[in-house]
């Protein structure tokens, strides 16, 4: 049915759907989820940071993250889905468009679902979007998809904000700079870990001179 409804050449047996979070301009990512057969492929995941666009540009970010995607497939001369999928609405598709176009993929099935109206946009068919009944499978099954790109695209979000944050404190004690700050985080696993364990610990993750200055910091 979704195949006749986007008048698509081959049953969309495989589909991947991406979304752009960010929260006030601040750490920008993408997700990509894969639908294969049925169901939720947890392995054909990605993660995305956007690194060319600066503050919120959700259209730029969606235009990056499909030309990373998909030139990378290409390069690898491996096969593309059934159907790309982006979260939003006509500007999100017409971003993800002009992506495929300037890597030569005119032909490729794409669309996107619009929150709150829930309407279906498919490429080549902008002017007559889709939409379905609530109960429909079909718009069950796209919004399946979406929402678990948005949901780990939020999940991600929420890891990269953390992590900054629990870093920017790392950072006001005396010789930790950016890298060792990961380290401590990466090793110790939290802030509070790192303020409760005595120095001898520490050393076993940094230098005993950076574990001194560390332990101080939250002793003193």
């Not at 601040?26 to 956007?50: C, E, L, N, P």
């Not at 939020?154 to 870093?167: K, V």
Request: aromatic content about 6%; glycine content about 4%.
């Amino acid at each position: 049915t979704l195949a006749e409804l986007m008048n698509l050449e081959k049953l969309p047996r495989s589909i991947e759907a991406f979304d752009i979070s960010n929260i006030q301009g601040t750490d920008s990512v993408a997700s990509m989820v894969t639908w294969k057969d049925g169901q939720m492929k947890k392995k054909g995941y990605r993660k995305f940071i956007i690194k060319t666009v600066s503050g919120i540009d959700d259209y730029k970010s969606m235009v990056e993250v499909i030309t990373r995607r998909y030139r990378r497939l290409i390069k690898e001369n491996q096969s593309l889905p059934d159907l790309v999928l982006v979260d939003g609405g006509i500007g999100q598709l017409h971003a993800a468009a002009s992506a495929l176009d300037a890597l030569d993929l005119i032909t490729q099935p794409l669309a996107s679902i619009a929150k709150k109206e829930e309407l279906i946009y498919v490429r080549g068919n902008e002017q007559e979007p889709i939409r379905l009944e609530q109960h429909s499978p079909v718009l069950r099954l796209i919004q399946k998809i979406r929402d678990e790109s948005h949901r780990f695209a939020l999940t991600f979000h929420r890891q990269r904000r953390s992590t900054r944050t629990l870093s920017s404190t790392l950072l006001k004690i005396p010789g930790v700079g950016d890298k060792t700050a990961k380290l401590l985080l990466q090793r110790l696993g939290s802030v509070r870990r790192i303020a409760s364990i005595p120095s001898d610990q520490l050393a076993q993750a940094v230098s005993p001179k950076i574990a001194k200055n560390v332990y101080d910091y939250f002793h003193k």
